[in-house]
């Protein structure tokens, strides 16, 4: 990469960045991603087995139309060097959701505080596919938290990281794979065997990520070290490979205990070791502060991304 190329590329970055901080996501019938899980779900249907290497195919066929037109996007700007700043910056819009999850959780505080549970369980359908009918406020709000802080990895700062280290294909190809995730990765009956390869791809492309989102969490946290250190101690208790990362750090920085028993559609139970033990029960005031939490790691995500593209670029061409 060129010492221009750098900048181009994270000013992108940050344009998108201060897209989605003004606008938020583009309208649904425009969204990109809303596209693509059109595309995908239509494929679904046509090409789903139970066995993992009919997932292999679905996940390669579904994707490689993304990946290849990132790449064009790309080629284009090498050809037509005054089109990459705003290539950058649309996909960086439509792959980012910093302002919507921060959104969420601020009307999940709102129906918590105003002791709305009927609608604070409907609300939480649009961030976890738990099972709400029964949850009290305290696990409507920890349900929240998690949340929050496990898509602040999946759709902020893995969509940095990869746009920065790759460009508009890393981008736009990670958003695949992690919407195929959020379609096909689950443990149940028509799942289990089929969106195997959906899940292992998504946990190792934000194998990184997610523990760049519990480092900048600490950052953001009035006391780094204690963060970090919770961190470090709890990110095992989580049964994902990147989830506890990333829960951990907003547990320690909020100061409440995550983790627990929870219920998913089909009576499917995961029971996940505790994170930050001995910290107090989640409620409205923590989910407030899970919010903040979104928006701060997303400007600490897209600054360092762009210093780190224009030094590494700048060192390369000296």
């Known amino acids: 990469m060129t010492a221009d190329g750098g900048w181009v590329r994270a000013l992108g970055l940050l344009a998108g960045l201060g897209a989605d901080a003004v606008l938020g996501d583009p309208p649904n019938r425009w969204h990109p991603t809303a596209w693509f899980g059109t595309w995908a779900g239509w494929l679904e249907r046509r090409c789903y087995s139970d066995s993992v290497v009919a997932g292999v195919g679905y996940v390669v066929v579904a994707v490689a139309p993304v990946t290849l037109l990132g790449m064009g996007v790309e080629a284009l700007g090498r050809r037509w060097p005054s089109l990459r700043p705003a290539s950058v910056a649309l996909a960086t819009w439509a792959v980012v959701g910093g302002r919507s999850l921060a ?71 990670h958003r695949a794979v992690n919407t195929l995730d959020a379609m096909v990765g689950h443990h149940n009956e028509r799942y289990e065997h089929f969106g195997k390869c959906a899940a292992r791809l998504d946990d190792i492309l934000d194998l990184l990520p997610a523990r760049v989102t519990g480092l900048l969490a600490g950052l953001a946290s009035s006391d780094p070290v204690s963060t970090w250190r919770v961190t470090i101690r709890d990110a095992r208790n989580h049964p994902s490979p990147n989830g506890g990362w990333c829960e951990a750090a907003w547990a320690a920085a909020l100061g409440v205990a995550l983790g627990g028993r929870n219920l998913y559609p089909g009576g499917r139970v995961e029971d996940r070791g505790v994170l930050n033990a001995g910290g107090r029960p989640s409620d409205g005031v923590a989910v407030r502060g899970a919010a903040r939490m979104v928006r701060a790691v997303t400007v600490l995500a897209g600054a360092g991304a762009a210093v780190a593209l224009v030094v590494s670029a700048t060192v390369r061409n000296r």
């Open 103 to 173: 959104t969420e959780g601020r009307v999940m505080a709102d129906l918590i505080d105003a002791q709305d549970l009927p609608g604070a369980r409907e609300q939480l359908s649009h961030l976890c596919g738990r099972q709400a009918d029964e949850l009290g406020a305290s696990e409507l709000a920890r349900a929240t938290i998690e949340s929050l802080a496990e898509n602040t990895a999946d759709s902020v700062v893995a969509s940095i990281f990869w746009g920065a280290l790759l460009g508009v294909p890393g981008m736009v190809t």
